[in-house]
């Protein structure tokens, strides 16, 4: 069975958690009898790669294109690649290889097979970012939609899907991950945050209750800011700064930049705890990746991680800066023993919920369904 990801990035670019999920997801596939398509561009490679030509890679057939959908080459190259596929599954609701991929195979092949992961595009919040573009976008795909199936990561998604495309189907899978090997590591009593400088993170916010919280006060604790901020955000950053230097913490906080593969692993190893406070996260990766590490997690009601306390893996609170306190105080507080137990459940539910290789049968279920067959 051939299926197709027209893709706007792709491992090994790390400009966002898809990338890796996507390439375990398409290992997975491949491994299982399935003939993955990826046709993508480079950005995001920073390392040496074999691009303008199709690769045949452990995920299937890769190709990078340098430049990106504004080319005919580009084009001409996603329309053959969706004349030939048994189903589209695409990625993004906004992507311009999403949005041309989806817009050919309406006109050209109505009869195909598509599947679409929203990637938390249709929150609310999400909806506030350019929504001049979005709108408009949103209603064409009302019109043409016709049986798109759509992925949800979570149940908060799926209600969100519902909300705009209530006639269509709705499959719910988590995403999945390859895990990276579990370092053995001496713990610090030091917090994370790891992902984008982005205003719906609500970094202000985790700030801010750092500044409540007398245990983190107290302790030789600090909290490390892992990510890179867009352009379009530099003045959330300043803002940031300017906050840290307010509430006095210039010395218990420290920006770390963009970290990858082992530097990353490490530094999730080394952390007490995570902290993901977002306003809304449709999945959130970095909860998987720290997990993986036997770091627990602080979580926002945000986000869709409520097994964290169904497995006792962290805590799932109100994003409000005295929540937050409260947890980072609870947290910091736990005696070693407690605080094992924690890390010990946190390898558990990753073992448990969220490894490709024993979770990939859901979505092969999902294609065979979708192209009838046993």
Known sequence: M??????????????GG???????????????GFKPTISTTTIGITNE?????????DCGYVFYAKKGISTLTTRKRLS????????????????????????????FYRNKKIIWSVRGELNKNALKFSSWKKKPLLSLYKLLNRDVIYHSTSSEETK?????????????????IAPSERLTTTDSKNL????????????????????????????????????????????YKKELVSLINKLNLQNKIVFKGHLEGIEKEKIYAES????????????????????????????????PWKILEDYDAGLYVSNAPSELAKAIDSLLSLNLKRYQQMKTNSYKLIDEKFKIDS????????????????
Do not use: M
Request: glycine letters at 4%.
């Open 2 to 15: 051939k299926v197709f990801f027209p893709l706007g990035a792709f491992y090994p670019s790390q400009i």
């Open 18 to 32: 898809p990338c890796n999920t996507l390439y375990w997801h398409c290992v997975a596939l491949k491994n299982n």
């Open 49 to 57: 790669i074999s691009a303008e030509k199709w690769l045949e890679l």
């Open 80 to 107: 053959r690649e969706v004349s030939k596929t048994d189903i589209l599954h695409l990625n993004s609701l906004f992507s311009p290889f999403s949005i041309y991929s989806f817009l050919y195979c309406s006109l």
């Open 160 to 176: 969100g899907i519902q909300k705009i495309f209530p006639k269509n189907k709705i499959v719910e899978v988590p995403n999945l």
């Open 192 to 235: 994370l945050y790891v992902g984008r400088i982005h205003p719906i993170k609500s970094l202000d916010k985790i700030i801010r209750a750092l500044a409540l919280s007398e245990t983190f006060l107290e302790s030789n604790s600090k909290f490390l800011i892992v990510g890179r901020q867009e352009k379009r955000h530099n003045t």
């Open 272 to 303: 007490f705890a995570l902290i993901l406070a977002s306003e809304t996260e449709n999945f959130g990766n970095v909860v998987v990746e720290s997990l993986n590490q036997g770091t627990p997690v602080i979580a926002s009601k945000g986000t």
């Open 359 to 374: 979770q990939i049968h859901k979505w092969i279920s999902i294609y065979k369904k979708l192209l009838n067959e046993n």
